[in-house]
């Protein structure tokens, strides 16, 4: 089993979840909106949980004008343990909820505007695929 940082841990804990139980690892393939996904990202060493979304260029992974494959998310590290498990009982897995231009203003009203993000997925490491039992939440 991986090292999950202390705060990834401490999040899945207040979700009644364990990082035993609801993470594995992931492919560089099958990003879907409302996917769960842990990373670490250059230069900072610090894993990331985010949630995948779908834009108008793609859903979850696109190609960008400079050929690179990106991955929309919203980064979820600061979400407040109040707001965290009603953002993932509307949007975890609903792959059409999940779209940037649906939830743009509710997101970044709850997770802060710089929240959003898109990764290179060449340089996204250490994935996991964050699995809930949303009967816990």
Same mark, same amino acid.
């Given at each position: 089993?991986?090292?999950?940082?202390?705060?990834?841990?401490?999040?899945?804990?207040?979700?009644?979840?364990?990082?035993?139980?609801?993470?594995?690892?992931?492919?560089?393939?099958?990003?879907?909106?409302?996917?769960?996904?842990?990373? /670490?990202?250059?230069?900072? =060493?610090?894993?990331?949980?985010?949630?995948?979304? @779908?834009?108008?260029? *793609? $859903?979850?992974?696109?190609?960008?004008?400079?050929?690179?494959?990106?991955?929309?998310?919203?980064?979820?590290?600061?979400?407040?343990?109040?707001?965290?498990p009603i953002i993932l009982q509307n949007l975890y897995? /609903?792959?059409?909820?999940? =779209?940037?231009?649906?939830?743009?203003?509710?997101? @970044?009203?709850?997770? *802060? $505007?710089?929240?959003?993000?898109?990764?290179?997925?060449?340089?996204?490491?250490?994935?996991?695929?964050?699995?809930?039992?949303?009967?816990?939440?």
């Amino acid at each position: 089993m991986a090292n999950f940082s202390d705060e990834i841990k401490e999040t899945l804990l207040n979700l009644g979840q364990s990082a035993e139980g609801a993470v594995a690892r992931k492919p560089h393939s099958g990003f879907m909106p409302g996917d769960i996904v842990l990373f /670490n990202y250059p230069p900072l =060493s610090e894993q990331r949980m985010t949630l995948v979304v @779908s834009n108008k260029r *793609g $859903s979850g992974i696109f190609i960008s004008s400079r050929g690179n494959k990106l991955v929309s998310c919203f980064r979820l590290n600061d979400a407040s343990s109040e707001i965290l498990p009603i953002i993932l009982q509307n949007l975890y897995k /609903n792959r059409k909820k999940a =779209s940037y231009s649906g939830i743009l203003k509710g997101l @970044s009203a709850l997770l *802060g $505007s710089r929240n959003y993000r898109t990764y290179k997925l060449n340089n996204m490491r250490h994935l996991y695929n964050v699995n809930l039992n949303m009967e816990i939440i």
